[in-house]
């Protein structure tokens, strides 16, 4: 349990909720950045004063170009979606860790003795378990 005196489920909750607030904000930060490499890896050429170009050069220009053309609220499009996604993926990865980190551990042993590859088998079943 994460506070003294909660039960299980309150600590899950609490785990879900603090890992879901951290992935919002990620994902409020990175989403401008997520949506100038997908401009920069499916433009195509257009035509400009008769020769053929790219519409954007580099990552902060296809920001700056985006915001520009589209409005600055065009770099956070997909937001809800993307939300719901980390959230829920992020939220349930924490929930399921220390259980299953409990199981692959064994009975009777301190969390502090669990060897890190089954750590690492942990958090890849937990992470695996929540897509």
Do not use: C, H
């Not at 930060?29 to 401009?39: A, C, Q």
């Amino acid at each position: 349990s994460i506070m003294p005196g909660r039960n299980d489920s309150t600590a899950a909750l609490q785990r879900f909720l603090g890992a879901g607030v951290g992935a919002a904000a990620a994902e409020i930060v990175t989403l401008p950045i997520d949506i100038s490499k997908v401009r920069l890896q499916t433009q195509k050429p257009v035509l400009v004063a008769g020769r053929m170009q790219l519409p954007y050069s580099g990552m902060m220009q296809a920001m700056f170009r985006v915001s520009m053309d589209e409005g600055v609220f065009a770099l956070w499009k997909g937001l809800t979606p993307a939300l719901m996604r980390q959230v829920s993926y992020t939220g349930l990865t924490f929930v399921l860790y220390e259980p299953v980190r409990n199981f692959v551990a064994g009975k009777g042993v301190r969390k502090e003795d669990i060897p890190f590859w089954k750590r690492v088998l942990a958090g890849g079943t937990a992470g695996g378990g929540s897509i």
